[in-house]
């Protein structure tokens, strides 16, 4: 087996906006699990350019890195912060590449949680979380 599942649990998390992974995430970093997220990488990318990490200053990095650097090199740079941790929750999972290139990394120690919630309540959150 590849040392890289030894001794690991890695969760990922997606849905859609409001349903609760970042919730689901913090729940899990309570029970021992290090959490994190996509979000940080791109954000560090927008303040090396002297950006306002602001929501559209972060929408668009995301997308300048999905159209140019690719999922695949986002995950590996999301990784290099994981190393040393043995449980790791990563909130944010969005594309396919994301999902496949965990199985890759971490085989049967990987598993994807997906989140759900009712059109209601994801609209209450979404109101709420955005004042």
């Keep these: 087996a590849n040392n890289k599942w030894t001794n690991k649990s890695v969760i990922g998390i997606s849905g859609p906006l409001s349903t609760g992974k970042t ?8 029970k021992g699990y290090k959490y994190f997220r996509y979000s940080i990488v791109v954000e560090q990318l927008v303040v090396e350019k002297g950006l306002e ?7 668009k990095m995301g997308s300048w890195i999905h ?32 999902h496949t290139y965990l199985v890759e990394e971490f085989g049967p120690s990987f598993k994807h949680l997906f989140v759900e919630s009712t059109d209601s309540l994801r609209e209450l959150r979404y109101k709420t979380l955005s004042r």
């Design 23 to 30: 919730t689901a995430g913090r729940y899990l970093e309570g």
């Design 53 to 59: 990490p602001s929501r559209y200053n972060l929408q």
């Design 67 to 98: 159209n140019e650097k690719g999922q695949r090199w986002l995950t590996t740079k999301l990784l290099e912060h994981c190393d040393e941790h043995s449980l790791i929750v990563i909130d944010g999972l969005r594309f396919f590449d994301d």
